[in-house]
Structures are given as C-alpha cells and as structure tokens.
C-alpha cells in the first residue's frame, strides 16, 4: 500500500459498491455510509483498491486528474485542498469523434488545461521551477466527469473514492510549449452547439494550472504511483461544469492553446 491508510473490510466493501455501480450502470448509494471517517485518507484507501483491480486486469495508467480546484468548490464541500483521481488508457477519446453516452452514468463536462510529462517526477518536494522542466508540452482538454452515486450526493471521501468522479477525457491534437504562455490569464470559453455554456480562465485553477500540479507532484511523489514521463495531468476545470445529454456536442477554446471537442453519440 502508500502511505494512506492501511485497507480495511469497510474499504473494501465501499470499493465494491463503487464497482459494480460501474459495471452495471446503476448509480450507488454514497460510500460514506460504510467508512471509519470521512476523511481523504479514508477515500484514498478505497480509490487504491480500485486502481489496482484496474492494473491487474490489464488497463494502462497514462496519468491524473486534479479536481477540487475550484476555492467554490472547496468551501461547498468543506476542504481546503484539492484531490486527484487515475486516468487510464480506456478513458481517453479521440477529438472530435463520438463519445457513447451510455458509457457513463452521469456526465457532466469541464474544460482544462492538460500537461504531458516529458520527465518523471518522483520524491519532492517539487518546485514550479520542476514541474515546468517536466512539462514536455501542453494541450485543451474536456473532461468527462461522472460519479457512480446516486443524484450526485457526494462528500469529499465520496469523490475521492470514487476516483475523484472521473470519467473520461478528450485532448486536443496540436501541443504547445508552456514557453510564452501565461496560463493564469488565459479565458477559456466552452460551446455546446454554438451556444457559449462555460466560461473562466486559468487563475481559477488554484490561481495557476502549474499551482495544480505542483501540488499534484507533491502528493504523489513518494507513493506508489508517482507522476512518470508521459503521463497526462488534467489540471482542473477553469470554470463551471456542464451536465450531458445524449446528442450534445461541446467544443471548449483555451487562449493560447486552441480547441478541443467532444460528441455524445
């Protein structure tokens, strides 16, 4: 195990919930009910059962998302740090290709910065000045985020055990060097069908999307799954999410990095 709390039976039984609420397709009751404490040690106990389930039965780790980003969000839910969840292989979609719906069971989705790694970042503490050296380039992204409990009713343990309510995710096609960005201004604008739905800038990404991931570094550095070469870090939302209906589409524009795109077939 990491450094988080050691698993229990009760940790266990809230990682089988949240798995079969993901094979079936039919939303679960919050975990919290079965945990010692609501703690993000608890939650990341659970999340790491999961994770290792999905390694074993051969799914590829290709990197993190950072949620929680939002100071908003924080005070509604009480914390005041971010948290991160696993992207693997089989979440990734293609950019402007369809997405099936019925994948998830309640999708919702946020534009972000994403940084692919060109270096490992392992042990710490990092400075920024580590991470910009690791960041191989920079591209748009849509995140797919979705929670397999019920109505969305979630604490902070619940939506870290519930891999920090990831989904999916869409990146752009054309990388960017960080060199001569200025993420923290940077406006990002998201379209469904034309229609401007989603609005902010990097500065809402814990003030700075390289503050998101500095932090990420951190966290993870001296765990078992440190941030490698070649890992995507989604770096959080710039600004609020959107709920999915089948048929949608979404197209999110991030100044200084272009655009990406998503449909819901």
């Not at 950072?66 to 839910?77: E, F």
């Not at 000045?129 to 604490?155: C, H, K, M, N, Q």
């Not at 089948?246 to 998503?262: C, K, W, Y």
């Amino acid at each position: 195990m990491t450094e988080w709390s050691e698993a229990t039976d009760a940790h266990a039984e809230a990682a089988d919930r949240l798995l079969e609420a993901a094979r079936s397709g039919k939303p679960c009751a919050p975990v919290r009910e079965t945990l010692p404490s609501g703690s993000a040690e608890t939650g990341y106990a659970v999340q790491e059962i999961n994770t290792r389930r999905a390694l074993d039965e051969g799914r590829r780790l290709v990197g993190r998302k950072i949620g929680l980003t939002s100071t908003a969000v924080q005070r509604q839910l009480g914390v005041d740090r971010p948290d991160f969840g696993m992207l693997f292989a089989d979440m990734a979609y293609l950019d402007g290709l369809p997405v099936p719906t019925g994948r998830f069971l309640q999708p919702r989705v946020e534009a972000e910065v994403a940084l692919v790694l060109g270096s490992d970042l392992e042990g710490g503490p990092f400075t920024v000045a580590d991470v910009i050296r690791a960041v191989d380039f920079v591209l748009p992204a849509i995140e797919i985020v979705d929670s397999r409990i019920a109505g969305w009713d979630i604490t902070l343990v619940d939506t870290i055990a519930d891999n920090a309510s990831s989904g999916a995710f869409v990146l752009g096609n054309t990388p960017a060097s960080l060199r001569g960005l200025e993420l923290r201004l940077a406006g990002m604008t998201m379209n469904r069908r034309g229609q401007e739905v989603s609005t902010g800038a990097g500065a809402a990404c814990l003030g700075h999307p390289l503050n998101a991931a500095v932090w990420l570094a951190d966290a993870l550095g001296r765990t078992d799954f440190p941030l490698r070469a070649g890992d995507v870090v989604l770096t959080g939302a710039l600004g609020p999410m959107v709920d999915v209906e089948p048929g949608d589409a979404f197209e999110a524009h991030i100044e200084g990095l272009g655009s990406v795109r998503t449909v819901f077939s």
